[in-house]
């Protein structure tokens, strides 16, 4: 294999380890569909990036950021619940990024493909994954305590709005790292599944984070040998993993 391929095979990884994370926060915090709407908002980005001829990631980067955001300022400024504002933005992404996004380019943009990766480029996602991570480990008390009572919480003097600006931001960071090999419409698939096969599995906070992690970087290796092996398309396989772990997680009774 060589370096640019193995450095791509890293970054996988890395999304995978840290979607995993991500999504263990978001099933407690009941918004894992979420993923799934969020990633669509990086379209519109892509395929203007795509028309720019500029680097797709990049597009897709401003506007889940910029999508993120505004997100947060409809929860702050109206009474709509998280998954309704998420719902509005991801519609209109959707179609705004269907209409900008060039025919020839949409299935990649949609899909994902395996590309290969420079090293700086995966020094700066490693960074990104980085301070994901380290985010939800350093906070994961207060987010703890924010899911199951905001009311003490605030009390304790955690400041919600900051707080969860914070987490959004981790969220589309992590679906930003997985967009070059799952496309728009898979991204959120990591955030998921894993996390809900690691709810079938475990019983404990601390083993519920680790297993859903190692869930979603088994996808993407299982996902990848299977893709190379029968010449399959990346994402589609990584998913298709994903969903037979979660089939086979429930076969164990959850007590």
Known sequence: MMPAE???VLLALLAAGTAGLVGSFALMKRI???GDAISHIALPGLGLALLLKVQPVLGGAVTLFAGALLIWKLQQRTSLATETAIGVIFTAS???GALVTPSED???ALFGHFETLSFWSLILYAGLSVLVVGFLLARRNELMLSIFSPDLAAATGVNLDRLNLLYLLSFVASILLGLRFL???LAGSLIIIPAATSY???HQLRSF???SSLMSVLSVLAGMILSRVYGLDLGPAVVSVSAALFGLSLL???K
Do not use: D, M, N
Request: hydrophobic letters at 60%.
């Open 106 to 108: 949409l299935i990649e």
């Open 209 to 211: 984070l680790i297993v």
């Open 32 to 34: 894992t569909l979420a």
């Open 6 to 8: 193995t450095f791509s």
């Open 183 to 185: 496309g728009a419409l």
């Open 94 to 96: 959707l179609a705004v």
């Open 200 to 202: 079938q599995l475990t």
């Open 252 to 254: 164990k009774r959850k």
